[in-house]
């Protein structure tokens, strides 16, 4: 039996050539086509947490302006009272007209302290997600709001707490009972003090004209521990200030990469 045997022609080089060409632009343009993919998705992940941030600083901007709004009162209350104490003990006004401008002050320094948000900044940091932000000026201001400042302002918030307790309730505390009435107003039960007590001005009056009052403003040590509070407020109010500025940039910043 005759047996007929098949012979493949063999490949010249140009079809190894050309093999090799379209495999390896399969490789590439997948490759690519996959780095493609994940450019998109980290530039959405961005974008998200762009707005995040903006959300974030914009809730802050909010909040520093009410505690800016309060400190312009505050701080006229306690420049009142120490000049009331300062005439007082200089011999420049009698007591009743201590009493009255201490009557007349509005409000002082309630020590509320400001909380930041930065809910968003420690995902991206725990994430990775900051290593994607190229703009090195919005890495460097986020660095020094997050971090700088933050820590700063945690170890400032727990100093003013702390005097502003000693100050209300060891130092100063003529204020202390009509606070009380005050909150009384607003969240008190059915259980309250006579009228005698009862209304912020009438308690107000009431413990202004307690000898131990006088005592308390005669008391030249008073006047030193007014001002450690005054300092302590200015301390405060000045670094609040700087977090509003540093704010405003960044929401300005971040806004642009929108």
Do not use: C
């Amino acid at each position: 039996m005759e047996v007929h045997h098949s012979h493949h022609k063999p490949k010249n080089w140009k079809e190894y050539i050309t093999e090799f060409i379209m495999l390896f632009a399969a490789v590439t343009l997948g490759f690519f086509a996959e780095n493609y993919r994940e450019h998109k998705i980290i530039d959405h992940r961005m974008e998200e947490n762009y707005q995040a941030l903006l959300q974030d600083l914009r809730q802050d901007s909010v909040r520093l302006k009410e505690l800016q709004a309060d400190n312009i009162l505050e701080r006229k209350g306690l420049i009142v009272l120490l000049e009331a104490i300062y005439q007082y003990q200089d011999n420049l006004v009698n007591w009743e007209q201590v009493k009255n401008r201490i009557a007349s002050i509005e409000k002082l320094p309630s020590y509320h302290t400001f909380f930041m948000n930065n809910t968003t900044f420690k995902n991206m940091q725990s994430s990775g997600m900051l290593s994607y932000v190229v703009n090195k000026d919005l890495r460097k201001e986020l660095s020094f709001y997050y971090e700088v400042l933050f820590k700063k302002l945690l170890d400032n918030n727990a100093l003013y707490d702390d005097d502003g307790r000693k100050f209300y309730y060891d130092q100063f505390p003529i204020t202390l009972p009509t606070n009380n009435r005050k909150i009384d107003s607003l969240i008190g039960g059915p259980d309250q003090l006579s009228a005698r007590y009862r209304t912020s001005e009438a308690n107000r009056d009431f413990i202004l004209n307690l000898p131990t009052v006088k005592t308390v403003i005669q008391d030249p040590l008073t006047l030193f521990k007014v001002e450690s509070f005054y300092l302590r407020f200015q301390f405060y109010r000045h670094l609040l200030m700087t977090l509003e500025e540093q704010n405003k940039k960044l929401i300005e910043i971040v806004r642009q990469q929108q």
